[in-house]
């Protein structure tokens, strides 16, 4: 077991780990179940299934209905929620710090006791699938994922986390139990907490709560896939809508602490907020667009460093051009120490205003123990953010965007003829 001032941990018998950070004046309290795989441990035959077992956790279980199990969530005034990547799974509940045995019941409710009824998986194939259209049918949505297919080409990195048609149309109730007891034991389970109560009581309830059996032999081993090779292509999907929609790919790194806060200060300062030179200049001078912003993705042995854009077809070669012509400057002046420092002010800001969430704090220890299977402090983050310099900086800068050619993928109606006029060359 180990411990500190801000932050427990502990392993149970099962293989279980167990998170704490306290919140001393907090009146609310995060609980997370994160499952340590996501879409990215899929067979070929299996696309989509964490995403559909996401839904199907919130249906029926040995002792509660679905709509019990919201409603005894939300007549508290509680969050019940869960979310599916590609590297993980997560579920979790937000709730005022009095109701912390019933967040810990319901998470051990649903996560352990699914009874993946047949009536239960034919409604859900109907509601993934509506949930797939409605993604399609959103331009600024289906874009990032037309983006993510192009760019990582046949990688499972480029497959739709929530399936095709035909695989969710394909799940059966045998086919999905032996998915569940593949993915979903203790060992495989992170547990992560904050708020404002005892280490010892988040002790007594995860063992009163999940105190379930580990298959024998069977430990956590995320699938680790090799690092794809990007496509630096251009690709347009033709539709009859208003926005011509822009992803734009370069270089990125897989998630280390210390590329994680190098990359997130290059991306606050080049498309980051209203201050940002992207925004800056496309928007504020041009007025090209209305939305502009850049955002890395972080990933066990890939990343990618990606820029968005939605404006009109008329406009969308100028735009391209004149993001093209930021990057060419960038590379040619590098970054000044104004904006680093101003870059480093943003992120110290933000942790602090965000360590002030316990389900923000929850996330956090959560994530930190699956990708780097230790806690770093906030202390240790801002020290790490503010060690950052000048060259660092511009080095990263200059790894991301020194290539050929960037990936292009945009969404709208335009002829291929003109698409192929926009560059994706500096």
């Not at 923000?360 to 123990?369: A, C, P």
Request: hydrophobic residues 35%.
């Amino acid at each position: 077991m180990a411990t500190s001032d801000e932050f427990k941990r502990a392993v149970l018998p099962n293989g279980l780990t167990i998170l704490f950070q306290p919140m001393k004046h907090a009146a609310s309290m995060g609980v997370g179940l994160f499952v340590k795989e996501g879409s990215l441990a899929e067979t070929k035959s299996e696309l989509g299934y964490f995403h559909f077992l996401e839904h199907m956790l919130f249906k029926d279980s040995e002792s509660r209905t679905s709509k019990q199990i919201a409603a005894e969530v939300e007549r508290v005034g509680g969050i019940l929620n869960g979310s599916t990547s590609r590297e993980y799974t997560q579920y979790y509940v937000i709730a005022i710090k009095d109701k912390a045995e019933l967040a810990f019941d319901i998470l051990s409710d649903m996560i352990y006791r699914p009874l993946l009824k047949e009536d239960d998986i034919k409604t859900e194939k109907g509601v993934v699938i509506e949930e797939m259209r409605s993604y399609e049918d959103a331009p600024d949505d289906f874009v990032y994922d037309y983006y993510f297919r192009n760019i990582f080409n046949t990688s499972p990195y480029g497959r739709d986390i929530i399936g095709t048609k035909e695989s969710v149309t394909g799940v059966t109730r045998s086919s999905l139990g032996k998915f569940y007891k593949k993915h979903y034991f203790p060992a495989n389970m992170v547990l992560s907490v904050s708020g404002n109560f005892k280490w010892e009581e988040v002790l007594r309830l995860a063992k009163k709560y999940f105190p379930f059996e580990n298959p024998k032999g069977k430990v956590s081993a995320p699938v680790s896939i090799a690092s794809p090779k990007k496509q630096y292509t251009k690709h347009l999907e033709r539709r009859k809508i208003e926005q011509f929609n822009i992803m734009l790919g370069a270089r990125g790194v897989p998630r280390s602490f210390k590329d994680v806060t190098v990359t997130q200060l290059m991306s606050t300062i080049l498309g980051g907020g209203m201050a940002s030179r992207l925004f800056q200049n496309i928007r504020e001078k041009e007025g090209l667009c209305y939305s502009i912003y850049s955002f890395p993705s972080f990933y066990r042995t890939t990343g990618l460093f990606s820029i968005s854009c939605a404006t009109s077809k008329e406009k969308a070669n100028k735009c391209v051009s004149l993001i093209l012509k930021e990057i060419d400057i960038l590379l040619k002046e590098g970054f000044s120490k104004r904006e680093l420092e101003d870059a480093k002010s943003n992120q110290l800001g933000g942790m602090a205003i965000g360590y002030e969430l316990p389900e923000n704090r929850m996330n956090n220890i959560g994530l930190q123990e699956i990708y780097f299977g230790k806690y770093y402090s906030l202390k240790e983050r801002m020290a790490a953010l503010k060690s950052v310099d000048l060259d660092e900086l511009n080095e990263r800068m200059r790894y991301t965007f020194t290539l050929p050619s960037f990936h292009l993928s945009c969404v709208g109606d335009m002829k291929d003829s003109e698409f192929q006029k926009i560059p994706n060359t500096l």
